[in-house]
């Protein structure tokens, strides 16, 4: 078994055993399903009571390494933070009420801009725009790579994108959950600097990358590499030979008509 084997979720440290324990109740309910969930079906909705927050706080237990405390998850619930929930309803069997059960949730704040992700601009001040920041996302492992953590992203990107004065969306990964990386980045998400020894997960650091995809006008703050790729593609389009040795031709075709072009055309020479 190779050591990403080892976890129900790639947020935990590689070679990690005691991420093996599924404990919402989502994932028996699955388990008696005989065909797959038409992704069609699923709805998107905000928490409604108390009894999701508790399945949410589950799911969080296996999807994160971080422990959050209550205070987070109540929050959530009409609080600092809007959590979006993608839901599945059904009639469990010997049951007849219709039960919701929660397939995915992602979690999100609007911050005031950060200046580390986005460029400077006195308008920003004037306008009040803001960043939205992604504080935890994730899909059950049953959905996982079939397009519902697509769908879920979506609906954020939407909102987001209704709100104009929103400029980006960004959030934090791991360094070495690569699989989030790259669908960050297949989803347009820009990588924009590292935070080193940001996460104390089981007595080690990791580092995390910033990610964000910027809208409605938003513009990634400029670093040192990004001053030289422009300065490189500069050159690429001025090739200052060239244009000399234009300017030389040029003057050469002049200097018997005009003693002054002829004195400069000498002196290129």
């Not at 960050?184 to 080690?204: A, V």
């Amino acid at each position: 078994m190779g050591e990403s084997d080892l976890r129900l979720s790639e947020a935990f440290p590689p070679g990690f055993k005691n991420n093996n324990t599924y404990h919402a109740k989502v994932h028996s309910f699955l388990s008696t399903l005989e065909t797959e969930i038409d992704l069609e079906s699923i709805e998107f909705k905000k928490i409604e009571n108390e009894s999701e927050l508790e399945e949410i706080k589950k799911l969080h237990k296996e999807w994160f390494p971080v422990e959050y405390p209550d205070a987070f998850f109540r929050e959530m619930y009409g609080g600092r933070y809007q959590t979006l929930l993608a839901v599945y309803r059904a009639k469990v069997l010997g049951q007849k009420k219709t039960e919701t059960f929660i397939l995915g949730s992602i979690t999100y704040e609007i911050l005031e801009i950060d200046n580390n992700v986005h460029q400077f601009s006195i308008k920003q001040l004037c306008n009040q725009d803001r960043g939205l920041y992604i504080v935890t996302f994730g899909v059950v492992n049953e959905l996982r790579k079939k397009g519902l953590a697509g769908r879920l992203l979506d609906q954020v990107i939407q909102i987001a994108k209704e709100r104009r004065n929103i400029k980006y969306i960004y959030l934090d990964v791991v360094t070495y959950n690569k699989t989030a990386i790259n669908f960050y980045l297949k989803h347009g998400f820009r990588y924009i600097y590292c935070k080193e020894n940001n996460y104390l997960l089981f007595s080690k650091w990791y580092h995390a990358g910033v990610y964000a995809l910027f809208l409605n006008g938003g513009k990634k703050a400029w670093y040192s590499e990004d001053y030289i790729r422009c300065a490189k593609k500069c050159l690429r389009h001025l090739n200052v030979f060239s244009y000399c040795r234009g300017a030389y031709n040029f003057l050469c075709k002049k200097r018997m008509k005009n003693p002054s072009a002829n004195y400069m055309a000498a002196k290129l020479g």
